[in-house]
């Protein structure tokens, strides 16, 4: 799908607040309403827009640590790989899953409460993914940036 300054105009205003109503945003974007709403529509059914959540309080919902994973699988073919990304899939402490290149042969993004918690995802879960020959763990000691909207560059 081809998209122009509107369709940018939209997309950034929407990563910014995605519960903004249809007229705030066609003001915002300088088109009418029904235009406006036509566009969001055309966005989302082209699937560059998958979705709407809501950001929450990572800290306040009880899970502050993040551990960054990497893991090691035994084999690389294309069976062993999809049977490990399906496993990974199930593990709801899982936020990000990343098929590497280099060292790793994946990095994961797992949200914990406190060590015990990340004892037990380890224990039931990390250990018995198909094909893991190594994992090796890092827990983060502070976020110093992590952002949502991407950016978008301007069209030329």
């Known amino acids: 799908m081809m998209i ?18 249809n007229v705030e945003l066609a003001e915002r974007v300088s088109l009418s309403e029904s235009a406006c709403l036509r566009r969001v529509r055309a ?14 309080d990572q800290s306040r919902v009880g899970l502050p640590g993040n551990v ?4 090691t699988l035994e084999h690389s073919a294309v069976t062993d790989l999809s049977a490990f990304e399906k496993a990974v899939r199930g593990i709801p402490e899982v936020m990000e899953c990343y098929l590497m290149s280099g060292q790793y042969d994946y990095l994961l993004r797992v949200v914990v409460s406190d060590v ?5 995802i380890h224990r039931r879960h990390l250990t018995q ?7 090796n763990s890092s ?4 976020t110093v940036r992590k952002t949502g909207p991407l950016p978008l560059k301007p069209l030329k």
């Open 68 to 71: 960054f994973v990497n893991i």
């Open 116 to 120: 015990d918690d990340f004892e037990r």
């Open 139 to 142: 827990f983060t000691l502070r």
């Open 4 to 21: 122009d300054q509107f369709d940018r105009a939209i997309l950034a205003a929407l990563q910014k607040n995605g519960r903004m109503s």
């Open 129 to 135: 993914l198909p094909g893991v020959a190594r994992l």
């Open 43 to 56: 966005l989302e059914k082209s699937g560059l827009i998958k979705g709407y959540t809501a950001v929450l």
